[in-house]
């Protein structure tokens, strides 16, 4: 099945909410929507339909993992040689909780950084089709993919709702 | 490049989204000849710490001027001076963040690029001070070939993680924050930039998909590096007070460092942000509210501080302990006493002028308070390493120490390696946040007044 791609540039926030609201009502479902900077009524008009990011399942992971590696390297590594030093026991709690912290940071972090990178499909190599660069300063733009046959509704819902321009 | 802007310091409100792109990219690009001489001066001093770095290689580190007791000296001061300079900028970043303190916003690029840099010009002194530094791989957690581990009860060991754990977050902290930036910058350039802005922003294109992702990711991001920015310089503090020297071994240390380092870092920021808000006109962002309240967190910190200085003498007094007594009475009163003295007047005295609010907005003002406070921070670490060490338990182990030429080189030229970077940094890269600043603007809105949104 061939799809195709209608844009609608928008220059306002509450226009482009409208547009989002109106494609929805009109069965619209797959739409991309860029925005300059994060907007909270744009993120939960679209949020309304999908479940929360999964970015706090790769931190916690990543956090366990450390805290878990920070015990066991210390705690096995002075197994290894069961040396009494400072006239504290081999397995000694109290200083192997700094390890496991910095390492429970450390990993919760890069994983947190991983899963921006991986769930929002990045790096992106070839720039999307619909994509202008008026989007990185003061535009916003609502993509909607859909069968060839519509695709003058889609132009005449993003008229209606206000865009600045629209284009295949 | 286009015309500069023609905003006032009086007319914030006005700037539009589009001006906050052409400000800040106006700044990346072909600098001019005063930044170029700026530059040639800060490399010229950098080479002559590497010069003096390579020396002291050849010589040993007796060219430092080290000798027992004296082991620590400027290295290890500066060292925690520049740990110190790199907390505000996660502060900044993370806990400001999350307590959604929307002044942040433009002051916070050049913050983190601070801290990085702060952190990396601090990374150097103990390679520089451990003599032999081609050794450092040392402190890495491998089995030797005798299948001997670090010492994890150590708090030198401890120092490592911390240290590279802090700046290895800063670091993506930085760069996740920099990706929709540097896509603004691709979008306005052409030609072979725009191919390495390209790559730099990591095809980043502001979708939905990318967003949602993005803004969650660095919410964690902020809360864990929350408790790191806290714990970073406590650790480091435990470097001091885990051993049993008079006028170390104390549970004050841990927020005592924590505060005195927020205090200097804010210093340092307003040492570099004044600067560029002049050369850069950006008055319209960078505003007396934005000064009023880096003057007042500066303030609170410093009366936090003399709170501390009070409670360490007291403490040295009420404990009875003879040898906290005498350190405390050898610092005030024999040969370092300029220093003790000096720290008190930088820390203390000088920065109770912020109590007046035309004092916290005057930019000269502002900056001659964060050099004293730089000179303090700095004074205040010297005092507890240098005199620390001289005046312990045994007379027979007291000794004064004299910097020589070598050091004191080293530890001008660490500076010339942070200024080099930092004025790199804001010519290649927006050290103005694009997409911060104008989520706090007031977003585009076609029906309704402006300012609607959360």
Same mark, same amino acid.
């Given at each position: 099945?061939?799809?195709?791609?209608?844009?609608?540039?928008?220059?306002?926030?509450?226009?482009?909410?409208?547009?989002?609201?109106?494609?929805?009502?009109?069965?619209?479902?797959?739409?991309?929507?860029?925005?300059?900077?994060?907007?909270?009524?744009?993120?939960?008009?679209?949020? +309304?339909?999908?479940?929360?990011?999964?970015? =706090?399942?790769?931190?916690?992971?990543?956090?366990?993992?450390?805290?878990?590696?920070?015990?066991?390297?210390?705690?096995?590594?002075?197994?290894?040689?069961?040396?009494?030093?400072?006239? +504290?026991?081999?397995?000694?709690?109290?200083?192997?909780?700094?390890?496991?912290?910095?390492?429970?940071?450390?990993?919760?972090?890069?994983?947190?950084?991983?899963?921006?990178?991986?769930?929002?499909?990045?790096?992106?190599?070839?720039?999307?089709?619909?994509?202008?660069?008026?989007?990185?300063?003061?535009?916003?733009?609502?993509?909607?993919?859909?069968?060839?046959? +519509?695709?003058?509704?889609?132009?005449?819902?993003?008229?209606?709702?206000?865009?600045?321009?629209? =284009?295949? | 490049?286009?015309?500069?802007?023609?905003?006032?310091?009086?007319?914030?409100?006005?700037?539009?989204?589009?001006?906050?792109?052409?400000?800040?990219?106006?700044?990346?690009?072909?600098?001019?000849?005063?930044?170029?001489?700026?530059?040639?001066?800060?490399?010229?001093?950098?080479?002559?710490?590497?010069?003096?770095?390579?020396?002291?290689?050849?010589?040993?580190?007796?060219?430092?001027? !080290?000798?027992?007791?004296?082991?620590?000296?400027?290295?290890?001061?500066?060292?925690?001076?520049?740990?110190?300079?790199?907390?505000?900028?996660?502060?900044?970043?993370?806990?400001?963040?999350?307590?959604?303190?929307?002044?942040?916003?433009?002051?916070?690029?050049?913050?983190?690029?601070?801290?990085?840099?702060?952190?990396?010009?601090?990374?150097?002194?103990?390679? #520089?001070?451990?003599?032999?530094?081609?050794?450092?791989?040392?402190?890495?957690?491998?089995?030797?070939?005798?299948?001997?581990?670090?010492?994890?009860?150590?708090?030198?060991?401890?120092?490592?993680?911390?240290?590279?754990?802090?700046?290895?977050?800063?670091?993506?902290?930085?760069?996740?924050?920099?990706? *929709?930036?540097?896509?603004?910058?691709?979008?306005?350039?052409?030609? #072979?930039?725009?191919?390495?802005?390209?790559?730099?922003?990591?095809?980043?294109?502001?979708?939905?998909?990318?967003?949602?992702?993005?803004?969650?990711?660095?919410?964690?991001?902020?809360?864990?590096?929350?408790?790191?920015?806290?714990?970073?310089? @406590?650790?480091?503090?435990?470097?001091?007070?885990?051993?049993?020297? *008079?006028?170390?071994?104390?549970?004050?240390?841990?927020?005592?460092?924590?505060?005195?380092?927020?205090?200097?870092?804010?210093?340092?920021?307003?040492?570099?942000?004044?600067?560029?808000?002049?050369?850069?006109?950006?008055?319209?962002? #960078?505003?007396?509210?934005?000064?009023?309240?880096?003057?007042?967190?500066?303030?609170?910190?410093?009366?936090?501080?003399?709170?501390?200085?009070?409670?360490?003498?007291?403490?040295?007094?009420?404990?009875?302990?003879?040898?906290?007594?005498? @350190?405390?009475?050898? !610092?005030?009163? !024999?040969?370092?006493?300029?220093?003790?003295?000096?720290?008190?007047?930088?820390?203390?005295?000088?920065?109770?002028?912020?109590?007046?609010?035309?004092?916290?907005?005057?930019?000269?003002?502002?900056?001659?308070?964060?050099?004293?406070?730089?000179?303090?921070?700095?004074?205040?670490?010297?005092?507890?390493?240098? *005199?620390?060490?001289?005046?312990?338990?045994?007379?027979?182990?007291?000794?004064?120490?004299?910097?020589?030429?070598?050091?004191?080189?080293?530890?001008?030229?660490?500076?010339?390696?942070?200024?080099?970077?930092?004025?790199?940094?804001?010519?290649?890269?927006?050290?103005?946040?694009?997409?911060?600043?104008?989520?706090?603007?007031?977003?585009?809105? !076609?029906?309704?007044?402006?300012?609607?949104?959360?």
């Amino acid at each position: 099945m061939t799809t195709a791609s209608v844009l609608g540039v928008f220059a306002h926030v509450d226009t482009t909410v409208q547009a989002i609201r109106d494609l929805r009502a009109q069965g619209f479902s797959d739409l991309t929507v860029y925005t300059p900077v994060p907007v909270e009524e744009i993120e939960h008009e679209v949020e +309304k339909v999908r479940p929360l990011s999964a970015v =706090r399942l790769f931190t916690l992971v990543g956090a366990l993992t450390g805290t878990a590696t920070g015990f066991f390297l210390t705690i096995w590594s002075s197994l290894k040689w069961e040396l009494v030093t400072g006239g +504290k026991a081999p397995v000694s709690i109290p200083p192997f909780v700094i390890i496991a912290f910095e390492l429970t940071i450390l990993l919760g972090g890069l994983a947190s950084a991983l899963a921006i990178l991986v769930l929002g499909r990045l790096p992106k190599l070839t720039p999307s089709p619909t994509y202008d660069p008026r989007f990185s300063v003061d535009r916003f733009g609502v993509a909607v993919a859909c069968p060839p046959e +519509k695709v003058e509704s889609v132009q005449s819902v993003l008229s209606a709702a206000g865009a600045e321009e629209v =284009r295949r | 490049m286009s015309a500069p802007p023609a905003h006032s310091a009086t007319a914030p409100a006005q700037v539009t989204w589009a001006d906050v792109n052409r400000d800040v990219i106006r700044t990346v690009g072909m600098p001019g000849d005063r930044y170029f001489a700026w530059m040639c001066l800060v490399a010229l001093t950098l080479a002559c710490g590497v010069a003096a770095w390579a020396w002291q290689i050849y010589v040993g580190i007796g060219a430092a001027g !080290k000798r027992t007791p004296q082991m620590w000296a400027m290295y290890i001061t500066t060292f925690v001076f520049w740990i110190g300079i790199g907390h505000a900028g996660t502060l900044i970043s993370a806990v400001l963040y999350l307590f959604r303190a929307r002044w942040r916003t433009s002051i916070y690029r050049g913050a983190e690029a601070m801290t990085v840099f702060a952190v990396m010009t601090a990374g150097l002194f103990p390679l #520089i001070h451990a003599g032999r530094m081609w050794f450092a791989y040392w402190l890495m957690p491998y089995p030797n070939q005798r299948y001997l581990w670090p010492n994890f009860k150590s708090p030198l060991v401890w120092d490592v993680f911390a240290i590279s754990t802090y700046l290895t977050i800063s670091v993506v902290f930085f760069i996740v924050g920099l990706v *929709p930036d540097i896509a603004a910058l691709r979008d306005n350039s052409t030609g #072979i930039k725009r191919k390495i802005y390209a790559v730099l922003s990591l095809g980043w294109e502001g979708s939905d998909q990318q967003w949602r992702h993005y803004r969650r990711g660095y919410g964690l991001l902020a809360a864990l590096a929350t408790p790191l920015v806290l714990s970073v310089h @406590s650790v480091v503090s435990f470097d001091f007070a885990m051993a049993l020297v *008079p006028g170390w071994h104390s549970t004050l240390f841990a927020p005592f460092f924590v505060d005195g380092a927020i205090f200097s870092g804010f210093a340092m920021v307003l040492v570099l942000i004044l600067p560029m808000r002049y050369f850069f006109n950006w008055y319209p962002y #960078i505003t007396d509210r934005h000064l009023d309240a880096m003057a007042k967190l500066t303030l609170v910190t410093s009366l936090v501080l003399t709170y501390f200085y009070v409670c360490e003498v007291f403490v040295a007094w009420y404990s009875g302990d003879h040898f906290e007594r005498a @350190s405390v009475f050898a !610092k005030a009163t !024999k040969e370092y006493a300029w220093a003790y003295w000096g720290m008190y007047f930088c820390n203390c005295l000088v920065p109770l002028v912020l109590l007046s609010r035309r004092a916290r907005v005057n930019s000269v003002v502002l900056y001659v308070v964060s050099i004293f406070v730089l000179i303090g921070m700095w004074l205040e670490r010297f005092n507890i390493i240098v *005199p620390g060490l001289g005046h312990d338990f045994y007379p027979y182990t007291w000794g004064t120490y004299y910097p020589t030429i070598t050091d004191s080189t080293i530890i001008v030229g660490s500076f010339a390696w942070f200024f080099i970077l930092f004025l790199g940094f804001i010519r290649v890269m927006p050290s103005l946040s694009i997409v911060e600043v104008k989520e706090v603007l007031p977003h585009p809105l !076609k029906h309704g007044a402006h300012g609607a949104h959360h």
